[in-house]
């Protein structure tokens, strides 16, 4: 599994034991070796950056697995190199076994993300990084089955079991294997970029979801930020999606100047009203694309775009694909 270790390569972890999930180590090593290789394909090589992906144990020792595969890790804790990533596989059954067997993987989840890496945590792996104290005041998800038993064996991290994603800061948690694609696809795009991401999600998601953004919970986001008056614009934009005006007289509407209001915009929401405006509408496109029977040029009116051409242009620069293009997509998806 390990390559030769570049000075770029981004090194990204495994952590390995007994009753692991074998899918929720094998689904992200494929699926960011797909980003890797579309990358290699469409970046400059100054900006491409290859993958060193290592499996880590305890001692190194063949692990059996639930599933009948053995796995070999590549090093110890003690010989691992310092992590841009590491994925913590769910736990077959009920997770305190294995934790409390394994305590130098909860020292070396601790002292690595002390020195800067990224951890995500899959279903009942997470009570590994529970177990560092890492999601102490934090939020965190797990498999459903086990959530009253985290409650009560963790107590001061703040449960979410509503939620199938949660992120705080550089600590994300999934509840399931689809949780865990989307978030190995969010973090393929900070690697390499949206096509990548695009590109690997297209070949590996079998249905329709929401983007990562929109599933996670997000520790410190607050959707009703302090300036009201940027919330009340937000939910004229939500609701106008057709509207004729220009962001400028939206402003004016509100009685803000349109440097004032794109500055406070901005400040409100880390995000600008351009970028908002055609987030919102590329995905209501999205939505009509796959639930009606609306021509291109309609669903370009229904949100907002004069004609078939612009709609195409932005869905080339946001989705990389035109819109009639992703319509059979994602009528295969859901139809066949």
């Known amino acids: 599994m390990s390559q030769i270790q570049h000075q770029s390569a981004l090194n990204i972890a495994i952590s390995t034991y007994p009753q692991l999930l074998m899918t929720s180590l094998t689904l992200p090593i494929e699926m960011l070796r797909a980003g890797e290789a579309f990358a290699k394909g469409h970046l400059n090589k100054d900006e491409f950056r290859s993958l060193n992906i290592t499996l880590v144990a305890e001692q190194p020792h063949a692990i059996a697995?639930?599933?009948?595969?053995?796995?070999?890790?590549?090093?110890?804790?003690?010989?691992?190199?310092d992590c841009d990533l590491i994925i913590v596989p769910g736990i077959w059954r009920n997770p305190r076994p294995v934790v409390h067997a394994n305590k130098l993987i909860v020292?070396?989840?601790?002292?690595?993300?002390?020195?800067?890496?990224?951890?995500?945590?899959?279903?009942?792996?997470?009570?590994?990084?529970?177990?560092?104290?890492?999601?102490?005041?934090?939020?965190?998800?797990?498999?459903?089955?086990?959530?009253?038993?985290?409650?009560?064996?963790?107590?001061?991290?703040?449960?979410?079991?509503?939620?199938?994603?949660?992120?705080?800061?550089?600590?994300?948690?999934?509840?399931?294997?689809?949780?865990?694609?989307?978030?190995?696809?969010?973090?393929?795009?900070q690697y390499y970029g949206k096509a990548a991401a695009q590109h690997v999600e297209r070949n590996f998601s079998h249905e329709i979801r929401k983007p990562y953004e929109e599933q996670r919970y997000l520790e410190g986001a607050v959707d009703k930020h302090p300036d009201e008056l940027i919330a009340q614009?937000?939910?004229?934009?939500?609701?106008?999606?057709?509207?004729?005006?220009?962001?400028?007289?939206?402003?004016?509407?509100?009685?803000?100047?349109?440097?004032?209001?794109?500055?406070?915009?901005?400040?409100?929401?880390?995000?600008?009203?351009?970028?908002?405006?055609?987030?919102?509408?590329?995905?209501?496109?999205?939505?009509?694309?796959?639930?009606?029977n609306l021509s291109i040029?309609?669903?370009?009116?229904?949100?907002?775009?004069?004609?078939?051409?612009?709609?195409?242009?932005?869905?080339?620069?946001?989705?990389?694909?035109?819109?009639?293009?992703?319509?059979?997509?994602?009528?295969?998806k859901l139809f066949g």
Request: aromatic fraction near 12%.
């Open 65 to 81: 697995t639930r599933s009948g595969v053995s796995i070999m890790p590549d090093c110890t804790t003690e010989q691992a190199p």
């Open 107 to 189: 020292k070396w989840l601790k002292n690595s993300f002390a020195k800067g890496s990224q951890l995500v945590g899959v279903g009942t792996g997470n009570c590994f990084i529970a177990q560092a104290g890492l999601l102490d005041g934090h939020p965190a998800t797990t498999h459903w089955h086990y959530a009253k038993q985290f409650s009560r064996d963790y107590p001061q991290v703040l449960l979410k079991p509503d939620f199938f994603i949660t992120q705080s800061e550089r600590l994300y948690t999934v509840a399931s294997l689809n949780a865990l694609a989307d978030v190995i696809v969010h973090i393929i795009s």
């Open 233 to 292: 614009i937000q939910f004229w934009l939500k609701t106008n999606l057709a509207s004729s005006l220009n962001l400028q007289q939206v402003a004016d509407q509100f009685s803000l100047s349109y440097r004032t209001f794109t500055r406070r915009f901005k400040q409100a929401t880390n995000q600008s009203a351009v970028q908002y405006w055609q987030q919102l509408r590329v995905e209501a496109a999205k939505e009509l694309l796959a639930s009606s």
């Open 297 to 332: 040029q309609e669903v370009a009116l229904e949100v907002g775009y004069n004609d078939q051409g612009h709609l195409t242009r932005v869905f080339k620069k946001v989705l990389y694909q035109t819109p009639s293009a992703y319509r059979k997509v994602v009528r295969r």
